[in-house]
């Protein structure tokens, strides 16, 4: 267990709807990452939040969002989803800005989209 | 541009024989190099880092900067090591750890 968590661990939904995936971090990780994993694509970069602000954007979908909250959880939200955006989503945590730092996993959401 | 090339998406050996997978990477500072293992797509470890030098469930990596690559090794594959496994370059400069495309080990009886 790397101490970082994500809910829901699966969720389903339909094409149009919106969803939100939670991640909590480390106890005193600064930085969050998200990540989707589909099985064509690989692992796909998609945003990183420091202590509350944007670091960097990766191949992240207009239609995505996210944001890092003051007790430095963090929340992707997902819109007007397609069937495409069916994927595993991970979250990472790490201490600092995450230069060199290691980046530890949770277990994941995996959303599938009907 | 694209920082960590795995050139192999899919990779087979037999149990007890040796394994490679294959990691290059482009950084122009002093990089720091990971391997991560993902086991039946569940959430990613680490397996190694290169700075601590440490041999992990008996996988070694040594980083050749001259070659640029951090290529992960093991003399005697065990069915257990059947996994994806994910190269990750970082850099004081970079901001962030960068992925590679990862390779799918699998080690058959």
Request: proline share 4%; glycine share 8%; hydrophobic share 30%.
């Amino acid at each position: 267990d790397s101490g970082v968590t994500q809910t829901p661990k699966h969720l389903i939904t339909a094409t149009g709807q919106r969803v939100t995936l939670r991640c909590s971090p480390r106890s005193g990780d600064l930085s969050v990452y998200w990540y989707q994993q589909s099985l064509d694509q690989g692992l796909q970069f998609l945003i990183q939040y420091y202590n509350g602000e944007e670091r960097a954007k990766g191949n992240i979908l207009e239609r995505f969002s996210a944001q890092q909250f003051p007790d430095l959880h963090s929340e992707l939200n997902l819109s007007s989803l397609e069937l495409g955006d069916s994927a595993l989503y991970f979250c990472a945590s790490s201490v600092e800005r995450g230069g060199t730092d290691t980046q530890y996993f949770g277990p994941g959401t995996r959303l599938t989209v009907l | 541009a694209q920082r960590v090339t795995q050139p192999e998406k899919l990779l087979s050996v037999f149990k007890g024989a040796p394994v490679e997978l294959k990691c290059n990477y482009s950084y122009s500072g002093s990089p720091e190099l990971f391997w991560y293992v993902q086991y039946s797509r569940q959430r990613l470890q680490l397996l190694l880092r290169h700075i601590s030098r440490e041999s992990i469930k008996g996988f070694t990596a040594d980083l050749n900067k001259g070659e640029t690559s951090f290529h992960l090794k093991k003399p005697f594959a065990q069915e257990e090591d059947s996994a994806m496994y994910y190269c990750a370059v970082g850099g004081s400069t970079l901001g962030r750890l960068y992925f590679g495309r990862g390779t799918q080990l699998t080690v058959w009886p």
